[in-house]
Antibody
Framework: QLQLQESGPGLVKPSETLSLTCTVSGGSISSSNYYWGWIRQPPAKGLEWIGT???????YYNPSLKSRVTISVDTSKNQFSLKLSSVTAADTAVYYC???????????WGQGTLVTVSS | QSALTQPPSASGSPGQSVTISCTGTSSDVGGYNYVSWYQQHPGKAPKVMIY???KRPSGVPDRFSGSKSGNTASLTVSGLQAEDEADYYC??????????FGGGTKLTVL
């Protein structure tokens, strides 16, 4: 059973880069069995897919965020990460790391971490 | 504004059935059989209840069922129970490796 845990700063200043890490346990991030991704949820709002990475390193991003997003994998630490540049208050949200054996839905979720963008 | 349209709220009494709709276009819901539904209780991470329109993951009660007609997908919860009270989100593949969500529906068990 996969378990995911997000970590990173809870407060980021406007125009800076948001950086989060997801630590995976119960499975290998190098496995071809899984896709790894990020989803966010602004306070009291709905879910938004940010992007997905496959074990091969192939990435897929939400077109509306693509210019600011980078998702990468660190196989030595069994982690994957999210970087979102040039953040504004609109990027304030709970960020979830997710995984699945399918690209099209998400079976495993981290508990989520709130990131606030404020000076 | 979300790509998929859901009613903001739905309700039903214990034991009744409730259906939540998720309307998209021929470029997402109508074009692919990759609609999924998520349940989210307050302060918790979402949980997948239905995937590929009508498939249930192991452990999800068979009271939950999914269907699709044209550009609209539906989640039906039969035999409503108090613990079904939650927010529900639909999601669909939208082509070009893009995934979109609905705005969410708050289900109240009266």
């Amino acid at each position: 059973q996969l378990q995911l845990q997000e970590s990173g700063p809870g407060l980021v200043k406007p125009s800076e880069t948001l950086s989060l890490t997801c630590t995976v346990s119960g499975g290998s991030i190098s496995s071809s069995n899984y896709y790894w991704g990020w989803i966010r949820q602004p306070p009291a709002k709905g879910l938004e897919w940010i992007g997905t990475i496959y074990y091969s390193g192939t990435t897929y991003y939400n077109p509306s965020l693509k210019s600011r997003v980078t998702i990468s994998v660190d196989t030595s630490k069994n982690q994957f990460s999210l970087k979102l540049s040039s953040v504004t208050a609109a990027d304030t949200a709970v960020y979830y790391c997710v995984s699945s054996g399918s690209y099209f839905h998400f079976d495993y979720w981290g508990q989520g971490t709130l990131v606030t963008v404020s000076s | 504004q979300s790509a998929l349209t859901q009613p903001p709220s739905a309700s039903g009494s214990p034991g009744q059935s409730v259906t939540i709709s998720c309307t998209g276009t021929s470029s997402d819901v109508g074009g692919y059989n990759y609609v999924s539904w998520y349940q989210q209780h307050p302060g918790k991470a979402p949980k997948v209840m239905i995937y590929e329109v009508s498939k249930r993951p192991s452990g999800v009660p068979d009271r939950f069922s999914g269907s699709k007609s044209g550009n609209t997908a539906s989640l039906t919860v039969s035999g409503l129970q108090a613990e079904d009270e939650a927010d529900y989100y639909c999601s669909s593949y939208a082509g070009n490796n893009n995934l979109v969500f609905g705005g969410g529906t708050k289900l109240t068990v009266l």
